[in-house]
């Protein structure tokens, strides 16, 4: 399974528990239990926040297309500013890619 199939059946997932991107503050990967964590956010974002499965399938797709194996997702953080993804690098390094809160560039 590829990076973008990986996160775009999570999104799925998350979407039949009710989950949204205005409720999830981050998601984290834990690679050596193999689990998913979801943290929710005390305050929901406003609702024009881009739809949850739409911004993990355009991660799912940037990290294809970069080449980037799941075992390096660390998290996902939702700001109302934008969206980190934290991948592991080399010699334990993280590295932090930051995306802006606008749909038409999540889209496209």
């Known amino acids: 399974m590829n990076v973008a199939h990986y996160l775009d059946q999570l999104g ?18 834990n690679h050596d239990t193999d689990q998913i964590r979801v943290n929710v956010s005390e305050s929901a974002r ?3 926040y881009p739809d949850l499965a739409k911004v993990l399938e355009r991660i799912g797709r940037l990290c294809l297309s970069d080449r980037v194996p799941i075992r390096r997702l660390r998290s996902i953080v939702f700001c109302e500013q934008g969206i980190s993804l934290k991948l592991a690098g080399r010699k334990d390094r993280a590295t932090v890619l930051s995306l802006p809160v606008k749909l038409r560039v999540l889209d496209g």
Do not use: Y
């Open 12 to 29: 799925k997932e998350l979407a039949t528990r009710g989950a949204t991107s205005a409720q999830v503050a981050s998601i984290e990967f």
């Open 46 to 48: 406003v609702a024009s």
